[in-house]
């Protein structure tokens, strides 16, 4: 993937065909230019992400959670997610309809969902995982590297991987799949 597919990939919209066309040195430049837009456009978010963290803290959870739900797009409440500790993001993980926190989940860093998953209600996060698997299969191994081994027990109880082993020789998650099927001998 070019750098310019690299940096854009994210915004989960496909590079323009015609971007492709450009010299190096343009790809440099509107890559430059895309990240002075981005960081311009969303100066500030952090601090705010933070404190709507902080101030949430003090609202009991019946009333943020339809809030949150019905006013706060998945986005948002994953910026704000990840500047809580875990402890404070698993009470809302576990308060959270599972379709919706499917659709935070996507934008949390993995690692940090991981550590989410192994401190929520263990029939919260089996129902998250089951649905993720269906739904976002790819992203769910991603999230599985970072899984404790209790959690990995969980993927592999639910997860259907290819019976042959050849399928999977240059799979990037060539590891936690080999990780899965120990668990599931």
Same mark, same amino acid.
């Given at each position: 993937?070019?750098?310019? %597919?690299?940096?854009?990939? !994210? ?5 323009? $065909? ?14 430059? !230019?895309?990240?002075? *837009? ?6 500030? /978010?952090?601090?705010? /992400? ?11 959870? /019946? ?6 739900? $019905? ?12 500047? =809580? ?8 993980? %576990? ?10 989940? =996507?934008? *949390? ?5 991981? #550590? ?7 029939? %919260?996060?089996?129902?998250? @995982?089951?649905?993720?698997? #269906? ?7 991603? @999230?599985?590297?970072? *899984? ?17 082993? $050849? $399928? ?14 120990? =668990? #599931?001998?």
């Amino acid at each position: 993937m070019s750098d310019l %597919n690299e940096t854009l990939a !994210w915004t989960g919209i496909p590079v323009p $065909d015609v971007l492709a066309e450009l010299s190096s040195p343009q790809k440099d430049s509107i890559i430059s !230019w895309a990240r002075e *837009l981005v960081d311009h456009k969303t100066d500030g /978010f952090e601090e705010l /992400f933070e404190a709507i963290g902080m101030i949430v803290k003090y609202i009991p959870h /019946f009333i943020v959670i339809p809030l949150m739900v $019905d006013h706060i797009k998945p986005r948002i409440a994953a910026g704000v997610c990840s500047k =809580m500790s875990v402890d404070q993001a698993t009470g809302y993980a %576990n308060d959270l309809p599972l379709e919706y926190f499917g659709e935070v989940s =996507m934008y *949390l860093e993995c690692p940090l969902l991981a #550590q989410i998953l192994g401190k929520m209600r263990r029939h %919260n996060a089996e129902k998250f @995982i089951h649905y993720e698997l #269906q739904h976002h299969l790819t992203r769910m191994l991603d @999230i599985a590297t970072h *899984l404790e081994e209790k959690m990995l027990e969980t993927v592999a109880k639910h997860i259907t991987l290819p019976e042959h082993e $050849d $399928d999977l020789v240059r799979h990037p998650h060539t590891d936690v799949i080999a990780k899965i099927r120990a =668990m #599931q001998k």
